[in-house]
């Protein structure tokens, strides 16, 4: 994984996928006919339901291959159950506060493997469900963070890994499923943890140096030294990290941009050390992975904001063609464990993530399990984005996705807005967003612009902005308010910014550095004050702190820089009206962050709303919040753009 990626994990999935919600109808809400537009209001959008299935490295089907383990905010918060073929589902989970996500099921029998955190602060911990549902926390401690590794080759045990014994650091543990307790199998010194063999003999790590070179380290965990080794000596900048074993733990295979602009899929041979190449492309291999058995090889490519997906066979050397399923974006390949049939999820921009079964032996045969758009909503009313692209002053072309509301025409032009992605280094990307579609669909455009340094686009691009944040990416958010301007069905006087995380910031920094570009600026957990957050990043986060300092600056010598880009310290030059909203246990952009630039913007006597949320993190969990927020953004809009 990039480097410039970790501060935007889940930022993207949760401002734009994870607002999802199928409860009951609201009474206020009437069904559109076909042929007749209506606008919906926040929480029809958001009465539709999100789904995710077991980690990949889990057990996503039950022992018996008739039921999945799924994630679902159906509750109002996510809550783990099982699905069966005819889509019944079954609560596991009874939180009306967490968030729990699942991981697997147990090899045997029904127990499952959970993860929560504790109000949206991230430090998760790993739960075992009993049948009985009583939930064990196996790994307690107070301030320690938890994630799941997968099972070990006799299923015995299964990995975890955690920062109980430091907190900069993630160690690898066994957790004996006979008594939970924990075996420590590897003493981690400032690496990124990554994949484990089948076996459980082989350990990859990744370890970055700077944004634009990293490595890949092998462990034999069945040594006495378990030493890491580097496998990815090299010169100059080079960017390597792992994907996965081969299923005869014969060879690593990984992630190397050495060869071109994109990412391509390399295998390393671990008794030869050569290094052969697997997959290629014209755009960046974003992941690669097999079945259980290792029949089926599947990996995803970044294609112009859609991951497009592929399973080999390599027995008889073709892909699987899945038919009887629409057009759409597929996610989340989770095969049985006979290998007789897979589940999956797919979305489009104007259909959330639903989840579906099919039989390997017959690919006709696909079974939808969710219907995940709320029924009140006629898709008809909602809209495909189309990629769109415009020149930057110095001649960079800049990629976007953009959302043109069906009210919108040369003859009645509409409010618009340059909606920002999280990072630095995130990307943008087609699917459904309940978010964007709920402002669409009121009649707002939305052009969500990879302004330079975004990711997906080849390193040239991405690393455009390394060291100069705040400037050419801030610039290229402000001539993406004049390529909407231009547009004829763009009303050019009243076009805003909006963002979350990294993008929030963006949004600050737009409305303080070129106060009079957009008329309004919506500003989600944004970072106002760079030499606080670069100083007070997660203790998790040591593994690639030097990459990110080499990238943004280390505060200890950049402080100048740092507070030159941050809004805080300029708040008297905004202008125009913003709107700041703000969860109050996030880890990452401290609520102080909000607070500050709220009070330093009242000051001023300019118009500033503030939505803080004393129950959320890095971004919004509860679908009352998510409902909350979303009404705020619209409800701002029409009182300040509209």
Known sequence: MNTKLIMSICVSMLLLSCSRHDASKPENIKVASANVFQSYSAEAFFQTTSYGLANAKGYAWSSDNKK?????????????????????????????????????????????????????????????????????????????????????????????????????????????????????????AGFQPGPISKSGKWLALDKPRTSADSDIYLVDLSSEQKKPVLITEHQGNIAYSTYDFTPDEKHVVFSTNEHGEFNQAWTYNISTGKKSPLIADDWDVSFVFYSPSGRYRIHGINADGLTDITIFDQDTEKNLDLKG???????????????????????????????????????????????ALNPEINENNLVTATVERFKASDGTVIPG????????????????????????????????????????????GVYAANNRGSSGYGKTFFHMDDKRHGQEDLRDIVEAGHYLRGLDWVDNKKVGVMGGSYGGYI???????????????????????????????????????????????????????????????????????????????DP???????????????????????????????????????????????????????
């Open 401 to 444: 996705i953009l959302y043109k509301p069906k009210q919108a025409s040369a003859a009645n032009p509409t409010p618009a807005l340059v909606f920002v992605h999280g990072g630095p280094g995130g990307q943008s990307t087609r699917g459904y967003s309940a978010l964007i579609q709920h402002l669409v669909n009121n009649g707002y």
């Open 325 to 371: 399923i629409p057009e759409g974006e597929l996610g989340q390949i989770r095969f049985s464990r006979d290998e007789s049939k897979l589940a999956f999820g797919l979305n489009t921009d104007t259909s959330p993530y639903n989840l579906y079964i099919a039989s390997i032996s017959n690919e006709n045969d696909s079974i939808k399990l969710t219907n």
């Open 507 to 585: 949004t600050a920094a737009a409305m303080t550095f070129y106060p009079e570009e957009f008329e309004v600026g919506i500003n989600i957990f944004g970072v106002t004050n760079w030499v606080r957050t670069l100083s007070s990043i997660p203790d998790w986060w040591e593994a690639f702190r030097e990459a990110l300092y080499d990238e943004m600056g280390d505060p200890a010598t950049d402080a100048v820089r740092h507070k030159a880009i941050s809004p805080l310290f300029h708040a008297e030059k905004v202008q125009r009206p913003m709107l700041v909203v703000q969860g109050a246990n």
């Open 588 to 642: 990452r952009v401290l609520q102080v962050e909000s607070d500050e630039l709220v009070e330093a913007i009242r000051r001023n006597d300019v118009y500033v709303e503030y939505v803080l949320f004393p129950d959320e993190g890095h971004g919004f969990l509860r679908k009352a919040n998510r409902i909350k927020a979303s009404e705020a953004y619209l409800n701002f809009l029409e009182n300040h753009l509209n």
């Open 68 to 188: 999945l383990l799924i994630q679902s905010d159906k509750s109002g918060v996510f809550n783990a159950y099982t699905i069966d073929k005819k889509g019944t589902q079954t609560l596991l989970t009874e939180s009306d506060s967490n968030a729990y996500f699942v991981n697997s099921f147990f090899p045997q029998d029904n127990k499952i493997i959970v993860s929560a955190d504790q109000g949206g602060n991230e430090l998760n911990h790993i739960f075992v469900r009993e049948l009985d549902g009583t939930l064990i926390d196996v790994t307690p401690g107070e301030k320690l963070k938890a994630f799941f590794g997968g099972w070990n080759k006799d299923n015995s045990a299964f990995y975890v890994w955690h920062n109980g014994r430091s907190s900069a650091n993630f160690d690898l543990y066994s957790i004996d499923i006979s008594n939970y307790q924990a075996s420590l199998l590897f003493e981690n």
